[in-house]
């Protein structure tokens, strides 16, 4: 870099006006420029991507396709939510895979943020002891690695429980199952003919009550007026199918696990590597979304709470009312990275034999049918679109939380 | 934008580097000096590694025998322990360059993943092990019973087959690591314990008391073991091959890392070519023509290994059975070297 000593050149130039730039340093040219280099470089990145592996695959004498996925599978899986057998082809292992993955997250989502949203609420509590309490709780979890608190749980705690053969719940003749270190095996629910009255009745209770619920708060909006929109919702999603059950005749019953050679059978077994793997991600989540809810809540100036004590609300409704909202928009878009991060963590399930999708689909599949390609292209898409229906719910939900200007 | 597009760009352009599996796998054995042996995460008498990281056994003796065949040093490999689930991309991806892992020669391994078997080094079959407690005598009287194995195995497969075909009700959990297959049988998840049946003798070793635990008499599959190689490297293949057939012809002509030496001097035309007094068989091979003298220098016949790392005289104890020499009633047999 020069540096202009020369006073008259640079009054002159001031009044020839901007200076010519060479062309290199226009801006435009040169962005353009960039843009065609930088997608020259995808283009051939991708391109020799695929002729490497195409490469790779024939000098291998493989070919690549996914009619592998119509051939039989040959292989048992622990735990199925739909019909499965030796029989059932490579895409089946596929459904069996999805299905027991999302069962983990969503159950482990559900209750992580309950117990996350309680820890991260009592860690701002006034008293002490609980405060402490959930501090400890925060850091004993998240400092210790996940895949340890999955081995903690599966082979530590599972195994403090009685063997097969003499279970927990012989006491109540198996009314409630059997608990043993062979999983829980609960009474199996065995639905009767009417009672999809029952649950045509949840259905139309939730449908339901998003109506009323919507009705009353425009009328809230224009009257001021309330209503009790909690309890007609339960109601509606609890009282009127229950009603309906008992009318027709309590169309459920349960088929009960007996205690066999082996342990108890029949029933609905729950898999120990299922509980195992339930508990430690959702209380590992928990932590972080403990401190995620109580940042949210920290982040909201203390002039709420105290604007609204002054209008003579009461500390539930006052958190409930106005801190919560409020926090939300705060807490939502990190709590969606927790989903996230939930939802792919239930791949360390392979360390236990829970059979989700990386395990029984990305890894025994994978092995017998030998198309590792094709199978980890389909694993990895089926993570990005979860991901991505993840996000976009939560900023559906996040947009519908934001401030409304009135 | 511009910065996603660079990632992208860049992560495409990462992955272009990366190796491609190489058809000469003589030559980048030879330029990087050692062997890359894929082996198991630890099972006695086949492969496992002592207190200083030193491996030993029946499969790590066919990778020392190519070494020895190769590089006149046994020596010369460099291993990798894997899980069943990976190994068969371990050694197509090109990480390694054999897998030695009581690995079982079967039609889909061979036609279906690019693979070639190079031999057997191990004739086995699967069976059961459970507790003593439960009064099992048979197989067949394992209805309603859990059992616990490893994923990416034909032993899942051959369980699967086994109690489907004798309408047996069973639940089946596939574990990724050895390791934990033995804890979860252990602490009393399944009664029951599938795996090769050579692998069950050491397997129960690991167990906190071996003595309570049976081996049923069922063997409900058969398990060639033996070395793969990737498709389409013949050179290599034959390497491999000839070289473990080496340690087979040795025994049956009486060869051993003993007496090696003065078997040199043999009248017999067999010997002779063996350890290349006569004839150039390492021409056709493209290594030294004493690979088969060093393999049984440096590493001993096929019976002498057998004998070493898991006959009677050792912790597992496994008698010779169906691995004796063809001509002492077994099915060990090796093409001539002629
Ligand atoms: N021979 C069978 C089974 C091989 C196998 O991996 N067996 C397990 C025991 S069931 C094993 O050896 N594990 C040792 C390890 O993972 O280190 C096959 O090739 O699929």
Redesign the pocket.
């Known amino acids: 870099m020069t540096v202009d000593t020369d006073g008259v050149n640079a009054v002159d130039q001031m009044e020839k006006g901007p200076q010519k730039t060479a062309f290199f340093n226009n801006p435009k040219i040169r962005s353009s420029v960039i843009q065609v280099l930088l997608i020259g470089i995808l283009i051939y990145g991708v391109w020799s991507l695929i002729s490497n592996t195409a490469a790779n695959l024939s000098a291998q004498s493989k070919s690549f396709g996914f009619g592998f996925l119509d051939n039989a599978s040959g292989f048992d899986v622990s735990q199925s939510l739909i019909e499965y057998s030796r029989a059932s082809s490579f895409w089946t292992v596929y459904q069996v895979g999805l299905l027991n993955t999302l069962l983990v997250a969503i159950t482990g989502i559900i209750l992580a943020t309950l117990v996350g949203f309680s820890i991260g609420i009592a860690r701002l509590s006034s008293n002490w002891i609980v405060s402490r309490a959930a501090y400890w709780y925060v850091e004993a979890l998240r400092n210790i690695p996940l895949l340890l608190w999955i081995f903690i749980f599966y082979f530590g705690v599972l195994r403090l429980l009685p063997s097969k053969r003499e279970p927990l719940g012989t006491s109540l003749d198996g009314a409630l199952g059997y608990l043993s270190i062979g999983g829980w095996i609960a009474p199996k629910p065995v639905a009767g003919d009417m009672l999809w009255l029952t649950g045509l009745a949840v259905l139309f209770g939730i449908v339901a009550s998003f109506i009323v619920s919507s009705w009353a708060k425009k009328r809230q909006m224009r009257t001021g007026q309330q209503f009790p929109t909690l309890y007609v919702i339960l109601g509606l999603i609890i009282g009127l199918p229950a009603a309906l059950f008992i009318v027709t005749g309590l169309p459920l019953s349960f088929e009960y696990p007996e205690i066999g050679r082996f342990g108890a059978r029949g029933g609905m077994p729950v898999l120990p590597e299922f509980i195992a793997l339930l508990t430690a991600l959702s209380i590992y989540t928990s932590a972080f979304i403990a401190e995620i809810v109580r940042a949210g809540i920290l982040a909201i100036n203390k002039g709420q709470t105290e604007a609204s004590h002054a209008l003579g609300l009461r500390p539930g409704p006052t958190l409930n009312l106005v801190i919560i909202p409020q926090a939300l928009r705060v807490i939502i878009p990190p709590l969606t990275n927790q989903f996230l991060n939930l939802t792919k963590n239930s791949s360390l399930a392979v360390a236990i034999a829970y059979p989700e999708l990386v395990s029984i689909f990305a890894g025994t599949a994978l092995n017998q049918s030998g198309r590792e390609v094709e199978i980890i292209m389909i694993t990895m898409a089926t993570y990005l679109t979860l991901s991505l229906l993840t996000s976009t719910f939560m900023n559906w939900y996040n947009n519908r939380m934001a401030l409304i200007e009135r | 934008m511009k910065a996603k597009l660079l990632s992208a760009a860049f992560g495409a352009a990462l992955s272009v580097t990366a190796v491609n599996a190489s058809a000469a796998t003589l030559d980048d054995v030879k330029s990087k000096g050692f062997i890359q042996c894929g ?5 006695p008498g ?2 496992q590694p002592d207190s200083s990281g030193n491996w030993s056994g029946l499969d790590v003796d066919v990778c020392r025998a190519v070494a020895a065949a190769v590089f006149g040093d046994a020596g010369k490999v460099k291993y990798t ?4 689930k990976e ?1 068969f991309t371990a050694l197509s991806s090109g990480e390694i360059d054999i897998l030695s ?4 020669w ?1 039609a889909t ?1 061979d036609t279906q993943l690019g693979l070639n078997f190079a031999g057997v080094n191990y004739y ?1 079959g ?1 069976g059961f092990m459970v507790r003593k407690e439960l009064g099992v005598s048979s197989a067949l009287e394992l209805s309603g019973a859990s059992v616990c ?2 994923t ?6 051959n369980a699967t087959d086994y109690f489907t075909v004798n309408k047996m009700e069973y639940e089946l959990v596939a574990f990724e ?3 934990e ?1 033995v804890a979860a049988y252990d602490s009393g998840r399944c009664e029951v ?4 049946a050579s ?1 069950l003798y050491s ?1 129960r070793l690991k167990l906190t008391d071996p003595n309570v635990h049976v081996v049923l008499p069922e063997i409900i599959s058969k ?1 060639p ?1 033996g070395p793969v190689v990737r498709q389409g490297d013949d050179q290599w293949f034959n390497i491999v091959r000839w070289s473990f057939s080496a340690m087979v012809n040795a025994e049956e002509l009486g060869v051993t890392s003993e007496n090696v030496d003065e078997m040199k001097k043999s009248e017999n035309p067999g010997i002779k070519r063996l350890l290349g007094v006569e004839g150039n068989f390492g021409e056709g091979l493209g290594i030294p023509n004493e690979w088969a003298y060093n393999i049984v220098k440096h590493v001993g016949n096929y019976g002498e290994s057998f004998d070493k790392h898991v006959g009677p005289e050792t912790s597992l104890g496994i008698a010779r059975g169906v691995n004796a020499l063809w001509s002492k009633g077994g099915v060990m047999y090796a093409p001539p070297i002629r």
Request: glycine share 4%.
């Open positions: 082996v198991s995460q630890g099972l086949f492969s322990p894997l899980s069943a190994r892992r009581n690995t079982t079967t391994r086995d699967q194995t490893q990416g195995t034909t032993t899942e497969i690591k050895n390791d297959v314990l599938t795996s090769d692998q397997l398990e073991l």
